[in-house]
């Protein structure tokens, strides 16, 4: 960390940024799929899916916990191939998770949505053990994800079973 007239100027900037990215990836998803809840909410439910309010604020935690893990990633001081191979991963699993509402809500693809939901768990644990081998904290910090996405998946089969 550098201390510039008492403050964590770069780490700071580099924490926000990291934040920023990840929380910039499920607005804009939010954005592309704006109008969809109607939709979705129209279609047959299984018994345990959860209210829609639900959604934005596990989503919005979990992109914080995500950019903060990057962040510790970055910041390692780890060898730098290892964090480049760690991100790398980390970036596609974002991508893959932008998708994903796209697929889901705005093409009504659901079966496709729930193949692609599996990718990205695989992404997800790949990224996370990757994380965990650089930064303990940073892996830890990405299972509430691992949980909600696995959480997702099943939501994803039963609505596309339900809907067929």
């Known amino acids: 960390m550098r201390i510039v007239g008492g403050m964590f100027r770069g780490s700071l900037l580099a924490l926000a940024i990291s934040i920023l990215i990840s929380e910039g990836v499920g607005m804009l998803s939010a954005l592309f799929s704006m109008g969809t809840m109607e939709k979705y909410q129209d279609l047959i439910q299984p018994s345990f899916s959860p209210p829609g309010w639900v959604f934005p604020i596990a ?80 892996g830890y910090l990405m299972i509430p994800y691992i949980l909600w996405v696995s959480f997702a998946s099943v939501l994803n089969f039963a609505i596309w079973q339900l809907n067929r």
């Open 59 to 138: 989503w919005g935690i979990l992109y914080l916990l995500m950019g903060i893990a990057s962040y510790l990633v970055y910041s390692s001081g780890a060898d730098k191939k290892e964090i480049k191979n760690a991100l790398s991963f980390y970036a596609l699993q974002l991508i893959f998770n932008f998708f994903w509402t796209i697929i889901f809500f705005r093409l009504d693809l659901r079966g496709f949505a729930f193949l692609w939901i599996i990718a990205l768990l695989i992404l997800i644990i790949i990224t996370t053990v990757k994380f965990y081998k650089i930064n303990k904290t940073a």
